[in-house]
Nanobody, 122 residues
Framework: VQLQAYGGGLVQAGGSLRLSCAVS????????MGWFRQAPGKERSFVAV????????YYADSVKGRFTISRDNAKNTVYLQMNKVKPEDTAVYYC????????????????WGRGTQVTVSS
């Protein structure tokens, strides 16, 4: 499984940004997909996850109500819609996948993509 995240950039606080992650490989639509982020000087942290069918999502408390994860299995793509962004959302964002479900505090997912930088200016 290969993942490629894109869509990062510079956005003002209160604005919106949408990240995308293209998935290729054997388990494209058969994987739970999610996003993690790593801010400068901090450990990587969980952001959101969506199940294989897309009917269950789970978010970190810090982004709940502001970010929305979704997926389009026909396009082999998972999205992270980021609204009302804050400076503390500044980080490198990574998409990830696993045949099993994962969440904050669980075993890390097996597959990772290269990150995309998101910078929120105040």
């Amino acid at each position: 499984v290969q993942l490629q995240a894109y869509g990062g950039g510079l956005v003002q606080a209160g604005g919106s940004l949408r990240l995308s992650c293209a998935v290729s490989g054997r388990t494209r639509s058969g994987s739970s997909m999610g996003w993690f982020r790593q801010a400068p000087g901090k450990e990587r942290s969980f952001v959101a996850v969506i199940t294989k069918s897309g009917d269950v999502t789970y978010y970190a408390d810090s982004v709940k109500g502001r970010f929305t994860i979704s997926r389009d299995n026909a396009k082999n793509t998972v999205y992270l819609q980021m609204n009302k962004v804050k400076p503390e959302d500044t980080a490198v964002y990574y998409c990830a996948a696993d045949t099993g479900f994962f969440y904050s505090g669980s075993a890390p997912p097996k597959y990772w993509g290269r990150g995309t930088q998101v910078t929120v200016s105040s």
